[in-house]
């Protein structure tokens, strides 16, 4: 079992940056892949970002691609999401994910989930 918590989120003006943390509850973190998908109103939950158990493999939604970095940190139970260059339709609700040892891009892929946090840009 891995219990979730994200933070970060916040308002910021297009063009800005924020940095969002998920830290993991659980002794077996480093077993899990990581990933971070999106929620805007009236929208289905959408891939954004996912890391593999040891770091190695990193994927990214082409939407996000050169501006959004996910990274882990396996001895403080954490991963990353750095989002710089925002943008009004990056605005959404924001989760991190968590499923054993494979990396998976997909929504139904994942097991366990946070409560998310909003981001917010503003024009």
């Known amino acids: 079992q891995v219990q979730l918590v994200e933070s970060g989120g916040g308002l910021v003006q297009a063009g800005g940056s924020l940095r969002l943390s998920c830290a993991a509850s659980?002794?077996?973190?480093?077993?899990?892949?990581m990933g971070w998908f999106r929620q805007a109103p009236g929208k289905e939950r959408e891939f954004v970002a996912a890391?593999?158990?040891?770091?190695?493999?990193?994927f990214y939604a082409d939407s996000v691609k050169g501006r959004f970095t996910i990274s882990r940190d396996n001895a403080k139970n954490t991963v990353y999401l750095q989002m710089n260059s925002l943008k009004p339709e990056d605005t959404a609700l924001y989760y991190c994910?968590?499923?054993?040892?494979?990396?998976?891009?997909?929504?139904?892929?994942?097991?366990?989930w946070g409560q998310g946090t909003q981001v917010t840009v503003s024009s």
């Open positions: 994910a968590a499923r054993r040892l494979v990396v998976d891009t997909t929504v139904v892929g994942y097991d366990y």
């Open positions: 659980g002794r077996t973190f480093g077993n899990y892949a």
């Open positions: 890391i593999s158990s040891g770091g190695g493999s990193i």
